[in-house]
């Protein structure tokens, strides 16, 4: 099926230890993003990157990493997590209109729920 | 940055009920995006309406850009049509291809 697919589902880490949570789209969408989700709090965007080998910051990216290596892939990296890592991650893709102006499809995948102990 | 802010923050309805969910933004936009997140968490894209109106089925949106609000209208609510409805906008001008969104609006729906 098309679309954006996330791993893990499901993690607990311990405090310090380290991760990667996966995110793959497999409809040639330029653009990959990753945010969390916190109770009542909406979306926050963590990363994003707008093709590949090319990331950004967002609005929240301290203690996280991210790299852009193929157009399918846009892994984030926690290194030394942290309870205040705590949350829901989603990814996320969309692509660029033929003016090059606008972006559409915004598709987003199942997510992952991180609890840091 | 642009701010969004949603109205209602909770919503309760019986099935059947029609309801009207709003988006104020504090700065002209040229990309408005609503979305439903299902109580298992996942994320639907509805619609894309910078300006205008569409509709799709039961639900339609109207964005009035010159007075930087966006309403979502659910009509005939279903117990399905449960979850969190969210805003979300690129500032016109934007330098980079993100959405920003406001904190959403929990609908439940009754039997």
């Known amino acids: 099926n098309a679309g954006v697919t996330q791993t893990p589902k499901f993690r607990i880490l311990k405090i310090g230890q380290s991760m990667t949570l996966q995110c793959a789209q497999d409809?040639?969408?330029?653009?990959m993003y990753w945010y969390r989700q916190d109770p009542g709090m909406g979306l926050k965007l963590i990363y994003y990157s707008v093709g590949a080998g090319i990331t950004d910051k967002g609005e929240v990216p301290n203690g996280y990493n991210v790299s852009r290596s193929t157009t399918e892939d846009f892994p984030l990296r926690l290194e030394l997590a942290a309870p205040s890592q705590t949350s829901v991650y989603f990814c996320a893709s969309s692509y660029l209109s033929g003016t090059g102006d606008q972006f559409y499809g915004y598709t987003f995948g199942s997510g992952t729920r991180l609890t840091v102990v | 940055g642009i701010q969004v802010e949603q109205s209602p923050p909770d919503l309760i309805l019986q099935e059947g009920a029609n309801s009207t969910l709003r988006c104020n933004f504090s700065?002209?936009?040229?990309?408005l995006q609503w979305f439903h997140q299902n109580p298992w968490g996942q994320l639907i894209n509805l619609f894309y309406?910078?300006?205008g109106t569409k509709q799709n089925g039961r639900l339609s949106a109207t964005t009035v850009a010159t007075e930087r609000y966006s309403l979502l209208y659910i009509s005939s609510s279903q117990t399905t049509d449960s979850g969190v409805y969210f805003c979300?906008?690129?500032?016109?001008?934007?330098?980079?291809?993100?959405?920003?969104f406001g904190k959403g609006t929990l609908l439940t729906v009754n039997p």
């Open positions: 409809m040639n969408h330029n653009y």
């Open positions: 700065d002209s936009v040229n990309n």
């Open positions: 979300a906008v690129r500032a016109r001008g934007g330098s980079n291809y993100k959405l920003t």
């Open positions: 309406i910078p300006s």
